[in-house]
């Protein structure tokens, strides 16, 4: 199993240039779950999927888009990139949800915004 | 609001040293805590995940310990090597849905 999965590892983007972070996990988890992280912030949650079709928003969910079509992949959208989103994001799965189900994560997409 | 603390942010101990990280969470309404590795520029590896029915879980030269009612979760590693150089992240499961995470403890041990 490759586990997760995510490109690019590195984007530099100018501010107002839209695009995606792509997520693949190959383990047939049902929920998916994207976090960035930001110094002296640590991880906050920007949106989960429970499973294919079904999508919620996290702790800090604007400018961002999100969507599941298969259980493989998750991809996010940033729609008009501002510098606030310069932070390095990391996706995540786990079987399911509740008690029992550890979570993998991903290597991570190291994004700036100029 | 779920908030969840660690302490100290660095430690910087000699190889061999046992030594103990801490969690402390506010709202006892968890469903798991989870302690994850961070090297630097990497992601996360988890290291234990323990249920909050359970008090402790044990992986080789780690143990985590799980206090519900006080909100305190501890992570004990025995004879510390330089490979265990890294950032210790501790998370709490709430509402089946959101992992809540501490800021870390940046853990340096010296050879």
């Known amino acids: 199993n490759a586990g997760v999965t995510q490109t690019p590892k590195f984007q530099v983007l100018k501010t107002g240039q839209s695009m995606t972070l792509q997520c693949a996990q190959d383990?047939?988890?049902?929920?998916m779950s994207w976090y960035r992280q930001d110094p002296g912030m640590g991880l906050r949650l920007i949106h989960y999927s429970v499973g294919a079709g079904i999508t919620d928003q996290g702790e800090v969910p604007n400018g961002y888009n999100v969507s599941r079509s298969t259980t493989e992949d998750f991809p996010l959208r940033l729609l008009s990139a501002a510098p606030s989103q310069t932070s390095v994001y990391f996706c995540?799965?786990?079987?399911?949800?509740?008690?029992?189900?550890?979570?993998?994560f991903g290597p991570g997409t190291r994004l700036t915004v100029t | 609001k779920q908030e969840v603390t660690q302490i100290p942010a660095a430690l910087s101990v000699p190889e061999g040293e046992n030594l103990v990280l801490n969690c402390s969470f506010t709202d006892s309404a968890i469903y798991n805590l989870q302690w994850f590795r961070q090297d630097p520029g990497k992601g996360l590896t988890s290291l234990l995940l323990?249920?909050?029915?359970?008090r402790e879980q044990t992986s080789g030269r780690l143990n985590a310990s799980l206090d519900k009612s006080s909100g305190r979760s501890t992570l004990y590693i025995a004879a510390s090597q330089p490979g265990d150089s890294a950032t210790y992240l501790c998370?709490?499961?709430?509402?089946?849905?959101?992992?809540?995470f501490g800021k870390g403890t940046k853990l340096t041990v010296n050879p």
């Open positions: 323990i249920q909050s029915s359970q």
């Open positions: 383990m047939n988890h049902e929920y």
């Open positions: 998370a709490v499961l709430v509402r089946s849905e959101k992992l809540v």
């Open positions: 995540a799965s786990a079987p399911g949800l509740g008690y029992f189900y550890e979570q993998y």
